[in-house]
């Protein structure tokens, strides 16, 4: 059975920076395009960033340069380093594998003024 699960979101000020991780079972991550997607209330759900199995990256505009994603293949784990945040950042992140496709339970992102 094939399970993401998200951890590290939480409440943090403008300017500060959070760490997500999403550990993968019943998958190999480094074998398959891993995403962060996040969703704020009311919008829809929109792509964040991702990393080939190649290890290529792409990130949405709005978080180019704040951004990192990441991905550890020894702890199986994907990571999103968040740094200078901003309230537009607020949402649920997602952890999402495109080979199986899968979505993790999510992760709430508060980002206060």
């Known amino acids: 059975q094939v399970q993401l699960v998200e951890s590290g979101g939480g409440l943090v000020q403008a300017g500060g920076s959070l760490r997500l991780s999403c550990v993968g079972s019943?998958?190999?991550?480094?074998?398959?395009?891993m995403a962060w997607y996040r969703q704020a209330p009311g919008k829809q759900r929109e792509l964040v960033a991702d990393i080939t199995s190649g290890g290529s990256t792409n990130y949405e505009d709005s978080v180019k340069g704040r951004f990192i994603i990441a991905r550890d293949n020894a702890e199986n784990t994907v990571y999103l380093q968040m740094n200078s945040l901003k309230p537009d950042d607020t949402g649920v992140y997602y952890c999402?594998?495109?080979?199986?496709?899968?979505w993790g339970q999510g992760t709430q992102v508060t980002v206060s003024s």
């Open positions: 999402y594998s495109r080979a199986p496709n899968r």
């Open positions: 019943g998958i190999v991550i480094r074998v398959t395009t």
